[in-house]
């Protein structure tokens, strides 16, 4: 019953990667594809961590913890640039 | 289950790639090539390879994105472009 | 305590799949941008909780709020750099919205006030 449960909310998720995709390749301008990018790794280290848990491994945690660290810093640099530059 | 994800996630990754060549703007090229890194790392994760997906995730996605947008940054001035 | 981690983990996914539809159907950059940054913040957060306490035994419970702590405090930052970059690049409001705040500040580029 719970596996059913997180399995459900794991492709739910899913679809909300789907859904951000379609507005990264919609969007009219390049400030929208950042915020559809930003949306994606937050629902992207949700999904890295649904793995962990079904397959079972707490090393999988730490490529969570990785991607957001570095990801903060891409959406920074992507903001930068948009302002005035780096 | 876990091949559910990985034909869906392939299939996003596949789009996202005609949509960074066919793209007239350099910088949605550049997110795009990032979403193919972070959906890389997620398809990396499921075929059991934790290391790669953390090499993935921190070169693929991180220093290659700000290594990009320094060297557009280099070629022309800094603007917003659709 | 399966069950209960579980009914959480579904309502953080419904709050991930609202935040993207946000981010799909908004009519602009800065409503897109609070739909999608509130909405999968505590999607996320309830999401991780779920987990961690539906899969207690595993000992991974400090990781998680060590997540939890980061998406918390580098969410909001990335949001508010990107609203302010686009806002600075020239991006229009939408004909619904009412009142402009940072323009009316008149602040040059980079300028802090």
Do not use: W
Not at chain 1, 21 to 50: E, H, K, N, Q, Y
Not at chain 2, 17 to 31: D, M, Q, T
Not at chain 3, 76 to 90: K, Q, T, V
């Amino acid at each position: 019953m719970a596996d059913l449960i997180y399995n459900i909310a794991a492709i739910i998720a899913l679809a909300g990667i789907v859904l951000s995709f379609v507005r990264l390749i919609l969007g009219p301008t390049a400030a929208d594809r950042a915020v559809a990018l930003d949306g994606m790794t937050i629902i992207a280290i949700s999904l890295i961590v649904f793995i962990a848990y079904y397959s079972n491994r707490v090393i999988y945690l730490d490529v969570a913890i990785v991607y957001g660290l570095i990801s903060f810093i891409g959406i920074i640099a992507i903001a930068r640039y948009l302002e005035r530059g780096i | 289950m876990i091949s559910i994800i990985i034909i869906i996630l392939g299939i996003i990754m596949i789009a996202a790639a005609f949509y960074a060549i066919h793209s007239k703007s350099l910088l949605s090229a550049i997110i795009s090539a990032g979403v193919i890194s972070l959906l890389a790392s997620v398809v990396y994760l499921l075929l059991a390879a934790p290391d790669v997906a953390m090499t993935e995730a921190a070169i693929g996605s991180g220093l290659t994105t700000i290594i990009f947008i320094f060297t557009l940054r280099k070629i022309k001035k800094g603007g917003l472009d659709d | 305590m399966e069950l209960l981690g579980a009914i959480v983990t579904l309502i953080g996914s419904l709050f991930l799949f609202l935040g993207a539809v946000g981010i799909f159907r908004m009519p602009d950059v800065y409503n897109r941008m609070q739909a999608g940054t509130k909405a999968t913040t505590l999607g996320s957060i309830l999401f991780l909780i779920g987990i961690g306490v539906g899969h207690y035994e595993c000992g991974c419970l400090g990781k998680l709020i060590l997540l939890i702590m980061f998406i918390i405090f580098t969410n909001p930052i990335s949001s508010n750099a990107l609203a302010r970059a686009a806002h600075f690049a020239g991006v229009k409001l939408t004909k619904l919205s009412v009142k402009d705040d940072l323009a009316e500040d008149g602040l040059e580029k980079g300028e802090e006030k």
